[in-house]
Nanobody, 116 residues
Framework: QVQLVESGGGSVQAGGSLRLSCAVSGRGYSRYCMAWFRQAPEKEREAVAF???????SYTDSVRGRFKISRDNAKNTLSLQMNNLKPEDTAMYYC???????????WGQGTQVTVS
């Protein structure tokens, strides 16, 4: 099983960019599918983006074209590049991993993103 630690959150004005990172420790990272989820206050957690073990990606409609998920198996990291941020992107963002969809057997502690 892997362990996940997110970083890179912060506050930014609308239209700005942030890059989230997730450091992965443990064995077998390359075979895991990885995902970013987010949860805004008083809303349910939602999946933002997925990337599987062969680098196929998918995005929720609201972020497609603005966000990019990527992984570096050599460095055991997962990233989320977020561009053209909107106030509705404000949420706690979580890194998650799993051997199958929905890639959410293991969770990080979360990192806050605030867009004003």
């Amino acid at each position: 099983q892997v362990q996940l630690v997110e970083s890179g959150g912060g506050s930014v004005q609308a239209g700005g960019s942030l890059r989230l990172s997730c450091a992965v420790s443990g064995r077998g990272y390359s075979r895991y599918c990885m995902a970013w989820f987010r949860q805004a206050p008083e809303k349910e957690r939602e999946a933002v983006a997925f990337i599987d073990s062969i680098y196929r990606t998918s995005y929720t409609d609201s972020v497609r074209g603005r966000f990019k998920i990527s992984r570096d198996n050599a460095k055991n990291t997962l990233s989320l590049q977020m561009n053209n941020l909107k106030p509705e992107d404000t949420a706690m963002y979580y890194c998650a991993a799993g051997e199958t969809l929905p890639c959410s057997s293991v969770w990080g502690q979360g990192t806050q993103v605030t867009v004003s």
